[in-house]
């Protein structure tokens, strides 16, 4: 079955300080990857998302992803972290041509200022 | 540009209720998906609808339904609601033939009781 892993569940850090979220999934056919972020009291957004191409992509608010396709992996980055950050983070994955999106369990990301 | 909408925000019912959810899909978007969140959790699918009809379900039982109107709303069904049903009920609008940019609305937080 696929399944898509999130190893940190909590990770708090303080502002300036660069983040890596790790997200692994197992499916080993082609695939579409996405990172979503949600705001305290506010509805899941799209950050970025990789379908072909460049591995790294970038997306909103300087959060990169890099598609490393031997490692399953597509982990999500961002160089120095604002207090306006703190939200939790999903990472979701497509097989191509299905219709849905499998969601990771989330990353809860915490900056303090 | 219209963003997804749900109704109600909360609701809470008691086992063995009934319960329907509602959802307006972005303005242009004529596919609709329908995913829940527990606690601690990332999103799983339920159902997608296109074009009123069923186009996909995940993993969950018959007793989750739904309906895709003609103006592209929708309604999830719960029926002989359990306690494990308790969750963050999410709606995601999308266009056909690009179901992969998924735009989400603010959710309904069920509680069952």
């Known amino acids: 079955a696929q399944s898509v892993s999130q190893h940190n569940h909590h990770v708090i850090l303080s502002e300036a300080a660069s983040l890596e979220l790790g997200c692994n999934y197992s499916?080993?056919?082609?695939?579409?990857l996405f990172w979503y972020v949600q705001y305290p009291g506010q509805h899941l957004q799209l950050l970025l998302k990789?379908?072909?191409?460049?591995?790294l992509v970038k997306g909103i608010k300087g959060f990169e992803a890099e598609f490393i396709k031997s490692k399953f992996s597509f982990n999500l980055r961002k160089p120095s972290v604002q207090w306006s950050d703190t939200a939790e983070y999903f990472c979701?994955?497509?097989?191509?041509?299905?219709?849905?999106?499998?969601f990771g369990t989330g990353t809860r990301l915490t900056v303090i200022p | 540009e219209t963003g997804v909408t749900q109704s109600p925000t909360h609701l809470i019912k008691t086992r063995g209720q009934q319960v329907t959810l509602r959802c307006s899909s972005q303005?242009?978007?004529?596919?609709v998906s329908w995913y829940q969140q527990a606690l601690g959790q990332g999103p799983q699918f339920i159902f997608q609808?296109?074009?009123?009809?069923?186009?996909g379900r995940g993993n969950f039982p018959p007793r989750f339904s739904g309906l895709q109107f003609p103006n592209y709303s929708s309604e999830l069904n719960v029926n002989a609601l359990e306690l494990d049903d308790s969750a963050l009920y999410l709606c995601?609008?999308?266009?056909?033939?690009?179901?992969?940019?998924?735009?989400f609305g603010p959710g309904t937080r069920l509680t069952v009781t």
């Open positions: 995601a609008s999308s266009l056909g033939g690009r179901e992969y940019e998924q735009y």
């Open positions: 499916y080993g056919g082609t695939v579409n």
């Open positions: 990789y379908f072909s191409g460049d591995p």
């Open positions: 979701a994955v497509r097989r191509t041509g299905a219709n849905n999106l499998f």
């Open positions: 303005s242009g978007h004529n596919t």
């Open positions: 609808y296109y074009r009123e009809e069923e186009n």
